[in-house]
């Protein structure tokens, strides 16, 4: 894959409890696929199932849609989540994000903002866009360079030198 190039999957599921594993499950998959540590697969489970919590929990008072973007790059996994039905291409939604404030006193943030703190501890960058229902972009960067860096220096140190 080319540097600019990436693999797109989407996704649009009930927003109900019972389809956050389907999106567990996908993220494992992909994750694994391009070369994520089991820490690594487990943490981006971990946050994408509370972003997709949040969506069932809060963003509809009836039937609604959460919408799944996965974005594939050659050194990074990009996982959107959209809630109020909107289906969204991420590269046109860059300019609308803005950086979770991890700073912002809980009481200001909207229900379910504990969330979004478990969710910033666990990905390496966390946007928000508040335009036409809420969309969360996570992403985790692959740090191939430092398990190749550490693996060669393993190959080539001699014991008892």
Known sequence: MS???CDQITMSLPAKPEYVGVVRLTVSGIANRIGFSYDEIEDM??????????????????EGKMNVSFSVQHDRLEVA?????QSFNLSDLKDHLKPVDADQPVAELKEGGLGLFLINT??????????????????KFLHRDEVEQHVDRINTTQPGQ
Not at 45 to 62: P, R
Not at 81 to 85: H, I, L, N, Y
């Open 3 to 5: 540097q600019h190039e």
């Open 45 to 62: 489970k971990i946050a994408v199932a509370e972003a997709c919590t949040n969506v069932v929990t809060h963003a509809y008072e009836g």
């Open 81 to 85: 989540v959209a809630d109020k039905g």
């Open 122 to 139: 666990l990905m390496d960058k966390v946007e928000i866009s508040n335009q036409a229902g809420v969309i969360l972009v996570m992403t």
